[in-house]
Nanobody
Framework: QVQLVESGGGLVQPGDSLRLSCAASGRTFSTYAMGWFRQAPGNEREFVAGVDWIGSNTYCADSVKGRFTISRDNAKNTVYLQMNSLKPEDTAVYYC??????????????????????WGQGTQVTVSS
């Protein structure tokens, strides 16, 4: 398995921005797809955003589209989630995940089709006034 370590979470006010980072171990980071998920208390984990192996194609859930952006820097083995215009309903633990079986993100009609096999420990994001 690849080791994933998230950072950048914290407590912010509505309307603020945060950038989450996820550092991956190993030498094959540039060969597989990456994603961000989140889980709020009492809710199931949900897909937030995904990026293909080279960063050419990105996908975001409708709930964050236009506010969140996923990107990656393969030279740094890192994937990012830029979160703007944060809302209280964005409060959750955010996880990055790797699908090492493919270079691509499979996302259609609001459903993510990838099988993510490696997960980070999560970072808490709290949006509150």
């Amino acid at each position: 398995q690849v080791q994933l370590v998230e950072s950048g979470g914290g407590l912010v006010q509505p309307g603020d921005s945060l950038r989450l980072s996820c550092a991956a171990s190993g030498r094959t980071f540039s060969t597989y797809a990456m994603g961000w998920f989140r889980q709020a208390p009492g809710n199931e984990r949900e897909f937030v955003a995904g990026v293909d192996w080279i960063g050419s194609n990105t996908y975001c859930a409708d709930s964050v589209k236009g506010r969140f952006t996923i990107s990656r820097d393969n030279a740094k083995n890192t994937v990012y989630l830029q979160m703007n215009s944060l809302k209280p309903e964005d409060t959750a633990v955010y996880y990055c995940a790797a699908d090492r079986s493919t270079r691509y993100i499979y996302y259609s009609r609001g459903q993510i089709g990838n099988h993510f096999d490696s997960w980070g420990q999560g970072t808490q994001v709290t949006v509150s006034s």
